[in-house]
């Protein structure tokens, strides 16, 4: 059978999506494609183990033996026996699918809340097409290796993302700027990863191929992960064993509320702070609804140690739970909205905490319409609790605003521009329009401010200065105006007049 190569694979599965294209809601049908591809990717991998184990052995029993194999694929459950049905196609799907979820562990809730059986949906005659297109080709290890195919889902993945607008930056972060951001950590072997908010699983993935692209032994990572909404923590999990990758656990549930950590003893998950040597994340910007009321009352996983984030703006909470969640050595890079930077009232108190202890040890600014359905900048923040001497009582300000290359509908970062980045990062030193060291008692005598252009300006937002001095009031009576109203609230709550 001829090899596939990168693109005509990723042609072959985009082909896929639309046949379901136009029939299935544009928010759902990335999971139906998923969930197929993987079935069929699990069915194909049983048959290659079970004909290398029958030359093996002679014996077709042992050679089908679940314990033999990677996942249990049941006879009666296999692609080609869904494929002997002509009429209800969709239930059939329905019942592997749960077959393959009870009989594997590491499996269930992997496919999610997959329903192929609405007939109106799905016809049998649009499943027959789809389920034909899909054995147009074999996805046997030996014809489609797993780094290929992950490659491959990562494109469906970022293609989907892109397709979705807004939505799509909920699982999906663009690759350069998660390659940016662990090029800023440099993971070592042996190192555990950690992301608590991690969507897709492209950040745990991007630490793996990093040790990949260095030659040494990704497998010694340990990774682990959080995700609220179920349906991304399911293409996850795909997009982990798809790459081959078996022991990574990523929890499910909210991580402000309930943070999970991995107890290996038990192999369970439990309530909890984990500590690892790298944290990475892109948490949702602003979250109006995160937590705030249980916080007021003090964090019950004692996170919040810089202060409590306004109620209308998780985005610091999302950055405490992340330093909570650091080896005494360990390092984080977070992605945040700018107005984390020079937002007043509550955060800007959390801010001053923070520069006080030393822990922000730089900031990088990135260029606007870089993620998908926001076209605003954003910025990375690198975080350690135990700097180096050399950049104790500083911070690195780098200033990517011009760092970029244009698209038609969005911006992007090329290897040059990442390299650009990364090398200013790890070089600590004023470069002239780019970065700068800036004193943290600068910072401190400027009310605790890091709007990036106040302390270096590229050219590129030289006219854009004064507007952004005007947001940053603007949030800041914003941020004033929250406080005020839960005050307000507080005193009506306390007369009876509101329960």
Request: net charge negative; no cysteine.
């Given at each position: 059978m001829a090899k596939l190569t990168?693109?005509?694979?990723?042609?072959?599965?985009?082909?896929?999506?639309?046949?379901?294209?136009?029939?299935?809601?544009?928010?759902?049908?990335?999971?139906?494609?998923f969930a197929l591809l993987f079935y069929r990717r699990l069915c194909d991998v049983w048959d290659e183990e079970f004909?290398?184990?029958?030359?093996?052995?002679?014996?077709?029993?042992?050679?089908?033996?679940?314990?033999?194999?990677?996942?249990?694929?049941?006879?009666?459950?296999?692609w080609n026996a869904v494929r002997k049905h002509s009429t209800q196609i969709g239930q059939h799907l329905n019942n592997a699918f749960n077959a393959l979820m009870d009989r594997n562990m590491r499996l269930q809730g992997v496919f999610g809340d997959v329903d192929f059986a609405n007939q109106e949906r799905f016809p049998?005659?649009?499943?027959?097409?789809?389920?034909a297109h899909f054995e147009k080709h074999r996805l046997r290890n030996s014809d489609v290796p797993p780094d290929m195919l992950g490659d491959a889902y990562m494109f469906l993945i970022e293609q989907f993302a892109e397709g979705a607008g807004k939505k799509g930056g909920e699982f999906y972060t663009p690759r350069q700027v998660v390659k940016l951001i662990v090029e800023c950590l440099d993971p070592q072997p042996g190192m555990s990863i950690y992301d608590p908010t991690c969507g897709s699983g492209g950040m745990l993935l991007e630490a793996v191929q990093h040790l990949k692209d260095k030659g040494q032994d990704p497998r010694s990572l340990s990774l682990y992960g959080?995700?609220?909404?179920?349906?991304?923590?399911?293409?996850?999990q795909i997009n982990l064993f798809?790459?081959?990758?078996?022991?990574?656990?990523?929890?499910?549930?909210?991580?402000?509320?309930?943070?999970?950590?991995?107890e290996p003893k038990t192999g369970e998950f439990a309530s909890g702070v984990g500590a690892y040597d790298r944290v990475l994340a892109n948490p949702p910007f602003s979250q109006k609804v995160w937590g705030h009321e249980v916080w007021t009352n003090g964090d019950p996983y004692?996170?919040?140690?810089?202060?409590?984030?306004?109620?209308?703006?998780?985005d610091l909470a999302f950055v405490q739970h992340m330093v909570a969640s650091l080896k005494d050595?360990?390092?984080?890079?977070?992605?945040?909205?700018?107005?984390?930077?020079?937002?007043?009232?509550?955060?800007?108190?959390?801010?001053?905490?923070?520069?006080?202890?030393?822990?922000?040890?730089?900031?990088?600014?990135?260029?606007?319409?870089?993620?998908?359905?926001?076209g605003i900048p954003a910025a990375i923040l690198i975080i350690r609790k135990a700097k180096p001497s050399e950049r104790q009582g500083k911070v690195l300000v780098i200033n990517g605003d011009a760092t970029f290359t244009p698209g038609k509908a969005q911006n992007h970062l090329t290897d040059a521009n990442l390299r650009t980045l990364a090398d200013a990062f790890h070089g600590f030193a004023d470069i002239e329009k780019l970065a700068r060291v800036v004193a943290v008692d600068e910072i401190t005598a400027n009310g605790s401010n890091l709007n990036?252009?106040?302390?270096?300006?590229?050219?590129?937002?030289?006219?854009?200065?004064?507007?952004?001095?005007?947001?940053?009031?603007?949030?800041?009576?914003?941020?004033?105006?929250?406080?005020?109203?839960?005050?307000?609230?507080?005193?009506?709550?306390?007369l009876g007049y509101v329960e």
């Open positions: 990168q693109s005509e694979l990723e042609r072959h599965l985009w082909q896929a999506a639309d046949i379901l294209r136009g029939h299935v809601d544009a928010g759902k049908f990335k999971d139906y494609i004909e290398v184990l029958l030359a093996e052995t002679g014996d077709r029993e042992e050679a089908a033996d679940p314990d033999e194999h990677r996942f249990d694929v049941p006879p009666e459950h296999h049998d005659a649009r499943l027959e097409k789809l389920l959080q995700e609220k909404e179920l349906d991304t923590w399911a293409i996850a798809l790459h081959d990758i078996d022991d990574a656990f990523i929890a499910k549930g909210d991580t402000i509320l309930d943070p999970k950590r991995f004692g996170r919040d140690e810089y202060g409590v984030p306004p109620k209308g703006y998780g050595d360990g390092m984080l890079g977070v992605v945040v909205p700018h107005g984390v930077l020079f937002r007043g009232g509550a955060e800007g108190r959390i801010r001053e905490a923070m520069l006080k202890a030393d822990i922000i040890e730089a900031v990088i600014g990135l260029a606007p319409n870089l993620f998908y359905g926001a990036i252009s106040r302390y270096v300006q590229t050219g590129a937002d030289a006219e854009s200065v004064d507007v952004a001095a005007e947001v940053a009031k603007l949030q800041d009576l914003i941020a004033k105006r929250d406080e005020a109203e839960a005050v307000m609230f507080g005193h009506l709550k306390k």
